[in-house]
Each structure stands twice: as structure tokens, then as C-alpha cells.
């Protein structure tokens, strides 16, 4: 509790700094700028001044600071509205999971919609050097034109187009090395038979190693009898090469504008090389290949035809296995003293609970992916002012792909234990050699097809604009296995006014549907209404010099959700399923059995959500910006089985119903300040972000639960419910004293738990709700930069807040399964160690201690450096003698240090493959 004050009073006392030092990172900050750059809203452009919804931009050269091989990793902490949950950092597989505003709906369908060029589409394949920018659109005046699919809100990615001008050449590279930030800890062999003697003891047990075996393992002198193993460093390397290599070109001319991109990327990831060890293996690494190729054609004056074309060549290759989860849970699971990595005959050790990793990686064969995805666009323009001034017409179409494909090439291999007997050693074999096998198989498949068109009109009379738009939208997809295609189709329209740059008023809509659900059923409208008042044009504010711009803006509106988290597709058909089995006759004759699955609902239809938001933005002195927005959502028709109002004897599965309700609301604060554009040799910028959005279930049409506070209902969507652990049993008085604990039998060191309902017995019934889940509350992030002549500085933070992290698995739990010993069970509780913070141990599963409870819950709230950069340009003289316009060298880092209450793990990656941190090298040339 008090790190949690500690930690807000932190978060407050850094927004009362921003909002009097920084205010809203622009690219060009400048008041007329401001007003009048055009911003990217879904579909068209629009002035910013014009804009009355909730928006955040970031161009795709401040996303390239650092290095970072996924694009949604580039985002942490960038927008305000945006949190993102740091992926997988195993190289291939680091995609995060991202949300806008925090969790709308409890079911699993609570991903934005991703628009690339103006068409659904993937993005994890994109990298910061092809993205002109990127946007979250927040609001019901931003996202109603997407109907059904706007309510989680969208990511919205505009690619780079070349300009008019003589050809421009980047080119820049960078090598690095990357090193795990924080690797699981566990005891050595020493330590881990003497833990292991006393788990046996606390029960009552005869020790298992003898004083002798004891003092082999602390001095080492037998290490194929007495090993002492540390698998991790056995596999992994310290640190592990990566590169990146990006050439860009573009201009126009003759009425033709391009942009084309070649980048190739490389990462090794940590585990060791073993190709050249053997036969059987294959280096773990990951390759991509991005090819973007953007032309803007005017064909004539009135006629323009523009067409981008994306290609993403991805391979990946590990030992052993697709993905090293598998490798890293047998990392974490075998005890230090378990097995040599070689035997004396230089075999492979091993026994019959668990594999050699090392011989798993160079002897079991390889795992390769081959990633493609293709991504192209083709738009026709052209201005209809022939028939009205400011009209014009315009068609697009969309081809996406993406498919992915396997080749394992695996064996299995023999490895030994070996034992000491009076007649020499004894070697007891596992497993066989074999020869290697292939499988050449599909992975990910994913075809889309989207069809734009539509009328935009834009025009002004006087001190009066109209500007307006209306779109038919066509889109279909198919994914993995499943031929029969997802299809939306429908129109929308946005109708804006305003006069004399003072006054807006906005009008959305959209009528769209999906043939997930029954045919009645499939179709609905979505609107939103919006205004702005843009108070700094008023007479009374043009005394007040310091306030340059001002506006006042404000949105209410309805949108959709059609991803429902439904188990399965046409949920308003019935669906008879092989469920068991029968016996018939005197020979029990075996017969496949069907029943009715889940009950059908025809009345089904997509989520809803009406939602209100209130925002200022300002430029003060002329070159602070600030933006605030305060929302409240409320979602409704969210998919829920009737388990409050139809019991279970019935004996039938319920059918899901659009009945359950939440409430999201929060604030986003950015503030920034930049003047490096406006000073010749020296510059500053800074710019700060804040989200905070918190959420309630007003109904889910839960079970009926003995107690109040089991209800979910009134808790924040995935609340944890866990056991209060208050301490450990003394002795056996203090056993006897306290609640029955029904788990199992207790002793001396164990974990005791709270009776939340005085019951006199610890079960089911005293899950509490306690703590936060996961995904934060409070999302921030501070940029800071400086230049000087010829250097240039970028620094970037980014945290999370009121977020609560669960350790459970191998990684933590001492003794489970046969499992290691990991070093936080060094402070275990003892009868001469009773101030202790981890359970007496014991070599049984213990079914007491690792129930989810507080003792393993942990402060989940941090602060990174995840990227600081700093550069140096050659001056001119030097770079005209080398005819060149730019050379700049430059050393950058991620994820280079943690602030965090977690200690033993990185917060953001409790187990598996690591987060890592990473130092780079580079050079850009500019021609």
C-alpha cells in the first residue's frame, strides 16, 4: 500500500510538471500549423481544426527510435488511449496485446479494428521506416462510420507516399546485441539437496542425500555423479546479434510520385548455434524482408490513380521445437543435480523425468516457418467539379494475404542416467536414435478482399464550409481452415459544417452488417453526433495573448462490436455434436453418440455501445499544446449464458443471449512542447501521455453465489479472485485455532488464509476479490529530446499503474511436480525462521500453499527506459565534399533499465522466453 501511494503521488506530481513545462506532441507545433494541418480521420482528411472527436497521432519516424523487430512493441506508451501489452520476446513471435481505453467487454473480442490505407488488414508485419503515421481513433464521432466493428475503437496506419521533387536516397543500418534483462534464478545443487533433505523432514521423512553426497556437490569434485548444472547458461547465450539494414527512395515527377522501401531485419535470439555441432539441428534466428513499393499517378488534372504495394518475407527457424515454450518450461523444471550434460563416455545424460535440453537442441531435429504476407491497394480519384464544385468520386480495392508454412524436420535421440556400482558404472539408456522425419505443413492462412466507393464533398462559402462524404463498403476474408468466408458489407456517411472557423458541428453514420449472424438480424445503423467550439477565435479571447488557440469539442454516439467472443460460428443455427458414447448389446458394442450442443439463438446480434466524450485542446505561448479528454462508454448486448435466471438440472447447454452490460470510463491527458525545428543550433521537445480508464460489469447474467463479494458483477472485467493469505501456521496450536483449511491436511509453514465468511472453514467460499488484473488502469509515457549543433538526444519512458501480476509455475513454485528450486525458497519458512516470506517446503504437490492467493500476487506497476538514442550529423562542409545531404551516426538502446516492485522477474514477462534489452550501432546516409 504504501509503493501504491508512493507510486500515484509520482504519477501526480510528473503531470503537474508537464502541464506547466510540455504540452501536445505535434510534429510542427507552430499555431497556424496547428490549425490548419490536415490530420488522417478514417476514409479522408480533414484540418485539425475542423476535428471534433478523440484522436492521437504519431508519425512513423518517432516510432524508430530504438530498436524493436514488431511494430505494436514501437507503441508502447506513445499515445494516450492506447496500452500495450508487451508479446512474446522470443524474435518472430513479439506481437502485443493492445487496447483502446481499457477492457469494453468481458468476452474475448476486445481487439481495435486495424485499418491500413484505409482497409482492414493486418500490421504486424509493417516497420516504423514505411509508416507516414499512425492514429487511435477513441470517440463514437471518430469510429461510428465503422459500424460494427468501431466499438474497441481503431488503429488506424497511413503508409509513406513519395513527393514532387528530384529523387531522394536513404539508406541507414544498425548492428546490435541483445541480452535477457532478468533470467529465473535457482539453487544450486548444494543448495538444492540440502532444501530437498528438509522438504523431506517437515514430513517426517528419512533425508534422501547423505552428509557425504552433501559435500561432493559443494565442492565440485564429481561432477558427472554429483553435477551441478546450470541450464540456463548451458542453452543461452549472453548476448545475441541483430541488424538492420533499410533503403528508401522516392520523389516525382511528370505527374508520377513514388516511394519505395527495401528493409531486411535479423535477430538471432539467445539460444546458442548448434548447426555446426551436428547434423540434426539448425540455428535459432529469425529473418524479414519488407518490400513497400507506393505510386500516386496523375493521369490527368481531374484524374489520379493510386496504388501501394506491400510484401513481407518472414523466415524463422529454432532447434527442437516451433517455439521455445516447450525448451524453456524444461529449463525451469530440472534440478541442478539431476543429470550431467555429457556422461564420461560423452553420451548424453539424462533420466526418466526429463530430456537433456542441450541434446534436445542439437539432436531432435529443426522447426522451420515461412511467413508471406502481400498487401496492395489500388484507388481511383477523380473531381466531378464539372457537375458541383468540391465533388468527387472515388473507388478502391483491396487484395490482402497472408499465409504461413511449416517444415519440421524432428528424431529422437538416446541419452543416459548412469550410476556407481561396485563393478563399475551403469548406464540405464532413454529414448532412441532414429533418423531424421519431415512434415511439410500450413500454418496461418488469411485472404482478404474489400471493396470502397463513394462521393466526397468539399466546399466553402464564405465563412462557411461543408464538407461530406458517403462510402459503400464491401469486405470478405477468410482464415486458417475455415472456407466459408467472414462477410461485411453496408454504407456510411460523415456531414461536417462549420462558420467562420469558429463553430462545428459533425454529423456519422453508418449501416452496416455481417453474416455472422441470422438473416434479420444482420443489419444495423450507428451514428454519432459531435461540436466544437473553437473559443480562441472569439472577440473576447484576442486580448488574452498568451492563450493562441483553443477549442472546445465534444461527441456522443453508438457503435458496434460484432467480434462477440462466441464459441463458435452461426450461433442461430442448432449444432448436434459427438459428444460420447454408448454401449449396446451383450458384446458392449461401442456407438458414437450425438446430443443438441449449445441451444441456437436467432435473435443474436453484435455487441452495442453508446458513448459520450468531452475535450480541450490548446496552444499556449505558441509553442505549448495540450489536449484533454474525459469519455464514459457504456456497453450493452455483450454475449452471456442466462445462468442467473435458468437452472443447470434443466440438463441442457444454455444458449447465449445479448444481455450483459459494462461501464468504461476514464481521462487522457498529452501535453508536449517542441521548438527543434525552430532553432538553427540547438533544440528542445518534450512531450508527455496519460490514459486512465477503469471499468465495471453492471450485469452478466451470472450464477447465483452464496456471498456477495463473489458476484462479478460490480468488479472490474477479469477482477482476480484469490485467498487472503495473512501469514504461516506457527505450530500445531495454531493450527488447531484456526478455520479448517479443506484443501488438504496442514502443517507448521504453511500458508494460512483468511474466512472472508467467518464460517469456520478455508474453501471455495473465501475467494476474494482482491487486487488488479494485468492490463493497467494508468498507462504513461515521457518523451524527452535535445540537439546541439551537430548531436542529437532522445530519451523515452514509458509505465503502467494500478496493475496487478500472478507468479505461478515452475518459475516460482518450489518442489511441484518433481520440479527445481527457485531462489526466492531460500527465504522458506523454518521453525527458527518464522519471519519468512515463502512456504516450508515440501516434495509432495502441495495443494495448500499454491492455491491463488495474495502471498504470490506482486505489484505489477513499473517505469522503463525503453529507448534512448544519440546521434551525431557530419557538418556541411564535410558532407558537400562527400556529396551527400545527411550522414549521421548514431548509438541507440532498449528496454535498457526497470523500476518495479517484481524484483525476481521482469514485470511485463513472468516465464518463458525472456524480455530483453538491446544496444545498437548505426549509420544513415541521406543522397
Known sequence: MKYKILHNRYILITILINIFFITSAQDDLTTDSLVNKNVRIGFDSQSDWKRTSAMSTISGEKLSRGFSSTLGNSLNGKLPGLTTIYGEGEPGVAIPWQLIRGHNTYNS?????IIVDDFECFYEQLIPEEIESVSILKDAAATAIYGAKGANGVILITTKRGTEGPMKVSFGAQYGLSKAKRLPEFVDSYTYANLYNEALTNYGESPLYTNEQLAKYQNGSDPYFYPNVNWYDQVLRTTAPLSEFNLTVSGGQNNVNY??????????????????????????????????????????????????????????????????????????????????????????????????????????????????????????????????????????????????????????????????????????????????????????????????????????????????????????????????????????????????????????????????????????????????????????????????????????????????????????????????????????????????????????????????????????????????????????????????????????????????????????????????????????????????????????????????????????????????????????????????????????????????????????????????????????????GAKYKGFDLDIFFQGLANRTVYLSGKNYEALQNNGNIPSIAEDRWTPQHTNATYPSLSTKNNNNNFQSSTLWQRNGNFLKLRSIELGYSLNDNIIKKLKLKQIRFFINGSNLLTFDKVDIADPEKLSGYPATMSVSLGANLKF
Open 109 to 113: 473480442g476486445r481487439s481495435p479494428l
Open 259 to 784: 516511394y519505395v522501401l527495401l528493409n531486411a531485419l535479423t535477430e538471432a535470439g539467445l539460444l546458442k548455434k548448434t548447426k555446426n555441432l551436428t547434423d540434426f539441428s539448425n540455428n535459432s534466428g529469425y529473418t524479414r524482408y519488407n518490400i513497400r513499393t507506393n505510386v500516386d499517378v496523375n493521369v490527368t488534372k481531374d484524374f489520379t490513380v493510386d496504388f501501394k504495394l506491400g510484401l513481407t518475407i518472414a523466415d524463422k527457424t529454432n532447434p527442437k521445437s516451433l517455439n521455445t515454450d516447450g525448451l524453456f518450461d524444461l529449463l525451469s523444471s530440472i534440478p541442478s543435480n539431476s543429470f550431467p550434460v555429457y556422461n564420461p563416455n560423452n553420451s548424453y545424460g539424462g533420466n526418466a523425468l526429463y530430456s537433456n535440453p542441450w541434446g534436445d537442441m542439437l539432436e531432435t531435429g529443426s522447426y522451420t516457418s515461412n511467413k508471406r504476407t502481400f498487401q496492395s491497394v489500388l484507388r481511383l480519384t477523380h473531381k466531378l467539379d464539372m457537375i458541383l464544385p468540391g465533388l468527387s468520386a472515388t473507388a478502391g480495392i483491396a487484395f490482402n494475404n497472408r499465409f504461413e508454412g511449416y517444415s519440421h524436420k524432428t528424431r529422437t535421440y538416446q541419452r543416459f542416467a548412469i550410476a556407481q556400482t561396485e563393478s563399475g558404472d551403469v548406464y540405464t539408456s532413454f529414448g532412441d536414435n532414429t533418423s531424421l522425419s519431415a512434415d511439410e505443413s500450413t500454418g496461418d492462412k488469411w485472404r482478404n478482399f474489400s471493396f470502397q466507393g463513394g462521393l466526397y464533398y468539399n466546399q466553402a462559402f464564405g465563412k462557411h464550409t461543408v464538407d461530406g462524404m458517403l462510402n459503400y463498403l464491401l469486405n470478405t476474408y477468410t482464415e486458417g481452415g475455415n472456407n466459408i468466408a467472414y462477410k461485411h458489407l453496408g454504407w456510411n456517411g460523415r456531414l461536417t459544417y462549420t462558420y467562420n472557423k469558429r463553430y462545428i458541428g459533425e454529423f456519422s453514420i453508418s449501416y452496416n452488417g455481417s453474416n455472422n449472424f441470422a438473416r434479420d438480424h444482420r443489419f444495423g445503423f450507428f451514428s454519432a453526433l459531435s461540436a466544437g467550439w473553437v473559443i480562441s477565435e472569439e472577440n473576447f479571447m484576442k486580448e488574452l495573448s498568451a492563450i493562441d488557440y483553443l477549442k472546445l469539442r465534444g461527441s456522443y454516439g453508438k457503435t458496434g462490436n460484432d467480434n462477440i467472443g462466441a464459441p463458435r460460428r452461426f450461433m442461430y443455427e442448432p449444432y448436434y455434436e459427438g459428444i460420447s458414447s454408448y454401449f449396446f448389446g451383450s458384446s458392449n458394442t461401442w456407438m458414437q453418440t450425438y446430443a443438441e450442443g449449445i441451444l441456437a439463438n436467432p435473435d443474436l446480434t453484435w455487441e452495442k455501445e453508446k458513448q459520450w466524450n468531452i475535450g480541450v485542446d490548446a496552444t499556449v505561448l505558441k509553442f505549448l499544446n495540450f489536449n484533454l479528454d474525459i469519455f464514459n462508454k457504456n456497453r450493452y448486448d455483450i454475449l452471456s449464458q442466462p445462468n442467473r435466471t435458468v437452472p443447470q438440472f434443466l440438463g441442457i447447454t444454455l444458449p447465449y443471449q445479448n444481455v450483459g452490460k459494462v461501464e468504461n470510463k476514464g481521462v487522457e491527458f498529452e501535453a508536449g512542447f517542441d521548438n527543434s525545428n525552430t532553432k538553427k543550433d540547438w533544440g528542445l521537445y518534450a512531450n508527455f501521455n496519460l490514459g486512465y480508464a477503469t471499468n465495471k460489469i453492471k450485469y452478466n447474467a451470472e450464477t447465483l453465489y452464496s456471498y456477495d463479494y463473489q458476484n462479478r458483477t460490480g468488479k472490474m472485467i477479469d477482477q482476480p479472485f484469490v485467498l487472503e493469505a495473512i501469514g504461516f501456521f506457527r505450530d500445531e496450536a495454531d493450527i488447531e485455532n484456526s478455520p479448517l483449511q479443506t484443501f488438504q491436511s496442514v502443517k507448521p509453514g504453511d500458508v494460512k488464509y483468511k474466512d472472508q465468511n467467518n464460517d469456520g472453514i478455508i474453501d471455495q467460499n473465501d475467494f476474494y476479490p482482491i487486487g488488479y488484473n494485468a492490463v493497467p488502469e494508468i498507462s504513461y509515457g515521457f518523451t524527452f
